[in-house]
Every structure is written in C-alpha cells, then in structure tokens.
C-alpha cells in the first residue's frame, strides 16, 4: 500500500483551483509516524542521537508554530487518534491536527515560505504516512 507524505503536483494544483478566491480553508491532518525518525534526505537536520517519529513531528512543530502564527493561521485541534468507529480497520492512526488558513492563497504562501521549507523535512522525517484534507465551511 503506498504513503503518502507529500503532495503531487497535479493534486496541488486541483487545489488550488478548487479553493481559490473561496475564503477560509480548514486542512484536516491524519499522521502516523515512524518508529524511528529517518533523516536520510536531511542529514543537515539530524538532531544528535535517535528520535522516534514522534519526537521527531514534535520538533518540526516547534519550528512551524511561529510560522504558521505569522501566517495568521489558526490551529483548532491537535490530538491522539488511533482506529476509526467507522472506516477501515487496518487504517489507524497517531495524530489529527486541524488548522484553519484564511485562504488557499494564505495557505500556499506558508507552505512556500523558505523558513518552512528549511525545516520541513522534520515532518519527513517523522511519518510514516499522512492525509492532508482541506475542507471549506458550506451551509447545511
């Protein structure tokens, strides 16, 4: 089964497409991580000694946190999961973030910001797969 850490280009520019010029976005993060993080594509970010996934994701929002709030972005929730009531019982995961951009615009600005980029590859090196879903607010 493949993993999913990072987005293709065609499904960003869908994105894009889809939520632009929309307002608010919220993007829903599934995480599971490595037991172990691997910073194999990163050697220049390694920590001295080992970190598990987790340690790892912890480290990478430590660093994104200020750059998310200069963004004007808006964590709502950060907690453990684990199976779902209703889904797949083989699909389980460790983590749900949900964090609101103001815009698809506000959003790709961050993920493009250097200072993100330089140390993204904490959160790289942390999972072992991912679901970033963004949703925007509709009227029932």
Not at 5 to 11: F, G, L, V
Not at 51 to 71: D, F, I
Request: charged fraction near 20%; hydrophobic fraction near 40%.
């Amino acid at each position: 089964m493949p993993n999913y850490i990072s987005p293709n280009p065609e499904t960003g520019k869908a994105f894009y497409q889809q939520f632009q010029g929309k307002g608010k976005i919220v993007m829903l993060n599934l995480l599971r991580f490595k037991d172990k993080a691997d910073y194999a594509q990163y050697p220049q970010l390694k920590p001295e000694g080992e970190l598990s996934g987790l340690e790892a994701y912890e480290l990478y929002m430590k660093h994104t946190a200020p750059l998310l709030q200069e963004a004007g972005a808006k964590p709502l929730f950060f907690g453990a999961a684990k199976a779902f009531l209703i889904g797949p019982e083989e699909e389980k995961w460790d983590m749900v973030i949900m964090v609101q951009y103001e815009s698809v615009e506000v959003f790709m600005a961050f993920a493009q910001n250097p200072n993100y980029l330089k140390i993204a590859g904490h959160r790289t090196a942390a999972l072992e797969d991912s679901r970033l879903l963004p949703m925007s607010q509709t009227a029932f």
